[in-house]
């Protein structure tokens, strides 16, 4: 049976056997390639530690039981403090339709925007800043764009081991048409490595350096003078702003990447959790789109800016508005028109006026006892986000919790309500890949125990909370068919996230179903330079570098090859353990000569509130300052605790995406 993979934002199609899982070569993502993590799949449908019943305070009891429960914290938080005293906190390993159903019962029938995802950690700081500089939340390019591309800038992307079959895809470019690799990065990454050119930045100082590109291509005469006249406005104030900024490379890498750059029209910029994780994110994602905008260099065959998203369903959470800035289907909050239409088409009688709490403010407020019941589903904000140990806290004191998932994490172990969820290989529904291509997971084996699909609990709620008649779809193929109805309702061509054309999908297309690009009609966005804008034009965005106070450590935090999240489906399987096989903090060999550190002595990382010792691994691809440490380990295998104990709660102030690239810690020999 065909299927999607689980795991990144890459998407990658598979062919599930018995037993057996395999790469399909029909799926245009991958062509039948995967990475390891993908190839290990099977080893990880271990169903022995799963949740399989519902529970109440502990206690075993039916989904009837359950759900009463549930339903009735949530009913009493709203009747005695509104509807801003409940909240959902989701996930991006959601399918699309689970997410249409939490996000329509939040919004339109609670009546709250508290509903966030754990995309927030991921690509928050995009979509900010794709609908800032283009009208809408719209990646431009498709991965063909890296088979064309002469030029491929990876930019905080260890695109080798975190999106690996697309980087394939690149490394085939080199070798076919003598694409250039450059990767921009702190740390000398496997995708280093492979790169023709790496420029290691300082923590945040890639918005330095693509506003230096800019500038550098404005004296090299290198600027698409008639696209910036015919397509875009504010580019004056941009270019203005650009040559503020001091980048601190080294001058000859520089410039070698300047004339690369200026010389190369097809140029893809991939940017990944390295730019968007970051208090100046949206504006350092807002110097790559303005460099491209400035040169042309978008909508046309291998050139563009190119979001890679991380986790499977990334960006068909923001087609469904799971987060809590935005409405539905690319509906916004800021234009009225967009209100009465989600309104009308949901019949929604108490849609929400104005924004959410996004995932760090919204622990606050349930630190803060504003948030008074909290359903959680499928992650793990416990070990995953920043300052862990306070939302620990935060969850040990909210009156009414409820979380939903497969396993038990350190996030379930806080639970008043406690729901079993059916996970990838048992349920049904699609996903949007990072260059919006839709698939098809499906179910190809039972759940264990009771476990039921999360769009199916939301809708239980909905029920037990009276808004039954608009939550009574019996498949996940209706939730589709709505989703994409809703997506063409009074669009007008104002929005370009239309999969209008699949509404009257019939149930037995919809489990046929191959996978598609949208828009339906065509492939790369913006090939004529018209853009989603009241006046069709781009916005070139001013932006230019803060100063930021030095420290002397700045702990970075990122992913291993072979893992996967909180490891709780990778962490199974022994051949993507024995890759590396317990936490280690990564530092420069001056820096470790300066600690009187050598491999393996032991280290304190500490930071306001928390210490974790690790073994020290000495890497002369960490920048002197720097430290590094991977997010997959837990206390549950068996190390120190998560490295989100010692990251700090600092967002980007547009995107409310958390800055992990950079903590300050303190740093002791043990
Ligand atoms: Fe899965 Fe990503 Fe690997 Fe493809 S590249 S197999 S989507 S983890």
């Known amino acids: 049976m065909n299927t999607t993979c689980p795991y990144c934002g890459v998407g990658c199609g598979l062919i599930a056997g018995e037993g057996t899982i395999a790469g399909d070569p029909a799926h245009p993502a991958n062509r039948g390639r995967l990475c390891v993590k993908g190839a290990k799949l099977a080893a990880t449908l271990d169903d022995r530690e799963r949740l399989r019943t519902p529970m109440v305070g502990g206690r075993e009891t039916s989904w009837s039981a359950a759900l009463d429960a549930a339903a009735d914290g949530f009913a009493r938080a709203i009747a005695a403090h509104g509807p801003d005293s409940v909240a959902f906190y989701v996930s991006g390993q959601f399918l699309t339709e689970d997410y249409y159903v939490a996000n329509k019962l939040m919004k339109g029938f609670i009546g709250s925007a508290n509903i966030d995802t754990n995309s927030r950690l991921c690509m928050a700081s995009a979509v900010a800043a794709h609908r800032r500089c283009f009208g809408e939340d719209l990646v431009p390019g498709i991965y063909e764009d890296f088979d064309e591309a002469e030029l491929i800038i990876f930019a905080g992307s260890n695109a080798a081991w975190c999106h690996p079959v697309l980087f394939q895809r690149a490394l085939a470019a080199r070798a076919t048409r003598g694409t250039r690799i450059v990767v921009i990065d702190p740390r000398r990454s496997a995708t280093a490595e492979f790169a023709d050119l790496h420029l290691a930045v300082r923590p945040r100082g890639d918005l330095a350096l693509f506003c230096a590109l800019l500038a550098a291509c404005a004296d090299r005469g290198a600027l698409d003078r008639d696209y910036i006249a015919r397509h875009t406005a504010g580019f004056g104030a941009a270019l203005a702003a650009a040559r503020q900024a001091e980048h601190g490379i080294d001058p000859a890498a520089f410039e070698t990447l300047a004339g690369w750059v200026a010389a190369t029209p097809r140029m893809v910029t991939a940017f990944s959790q390295g730019v968007n ?394």
């Not at 193929?477 to 370009?496: D, K, M, P, T, V």
């Not at 920048?623 to 206390?635: D, M, P, R």
């Open 277 to 670: 994780q970051s208090e100046t994110a949206t504006d350092a994602i807002g110097a790559i789109l303005n460099l491209h905008l400035a040169t042309g260099r978008i909508g046309r065959p291998g050139a563009g800016p190119f979001s890679l998203t991380g986790q499977p369903n990334a960006m068909g959470g923001r087609e469904a508005g799971g987060l809590a800035n935005q409405l539905a289907a690319h509906l916004g909050f800021d234009d009225p028109d967009d209100h009465a239409t989600l309104s009308e088409f949901w019949g929604a009688p108490n849609l929400v006026r104005r924004p959410g709490l996004k995932a760090v403010d919204l622990f606050r407020a349930v630190a803060d006892g504003k948030i008074r019941a909290l359903w959680i589903a499928g992650t793990n904000p416990a070990e995953s986000l920043p300052a862990s140990l306070d939302v620990r806290d935060a969850l040990s004191r909210c009156p009414h919790l409820v979380v939903a998932d497969c396993w038990p994490t350190a996030t379930t172990a806080h639970a008043h309500v406690l729901l079993p969820a059916a996970g990838w290989s048992e349920k049904d529904g699609t996903v949007t890949n990072s260059e919006r291509m839709i698939s098809r997971q499906r179910a190809f084996r039972p759940a264990p125990g009771a476990a039921r699909p999360d769009w199916w609990m939301f809708a239980e709620l909905a029920r037990r909370l009276g808004h039954g008649a608009a939550f009574a779809w019996d498949v996940p193929a209706a939730i589709f068919r709505e989703h994409a109805a809703l997506s063409a309702f009074r669009n007008f061509g104002r929005r370009r996230f239309n999969i209008g054309g699949l509404a009257a999908i019939p149930d037995d297309d919809y489990d046929a179903m191959r996978p598609l690009r949208w828009p339906l009609a065509g492939d790369r966005l913006f090939a004529e330079g018209n853009f989603p804008t009241p006046d069709g034009r781009a916005r070139f965005v001013a932006v230019s570098p803060l100063r930021h106070a030095r420290t002397d450590f700045t702990l970075n935090t990122g992913r291993l090859r072979d893992q996967w999240h909180t490891m709780t489906r990778t962490g199974r399987v022994a051949e993507l353990m024995a890759h590396q096989d317990a936490a280690t903090l990564e530092l420069a060999p001056t820096d470790a000569a300066r600690l009187g550190v050598l491999p393996g002595d032991l280290v304190a990382a500490g930071s306001e509130g928390a210490r974790i010792v690790f073994p020290a691994a000495i890497s002369p691809g960490q920048c002197e300052g720097s430290v590094f440490a991977a997010i997959h380990w837990t206390a549950a295998q068996g190390s120190a605790g998560s490295v989100n104990r010692l990251t700090v709660p600092a967002t980007d102030p547009i995107s409310g995406q958390p800055a992990f690239k950079h903590s300050p810690v303190r740093l002791a020999a043990v």
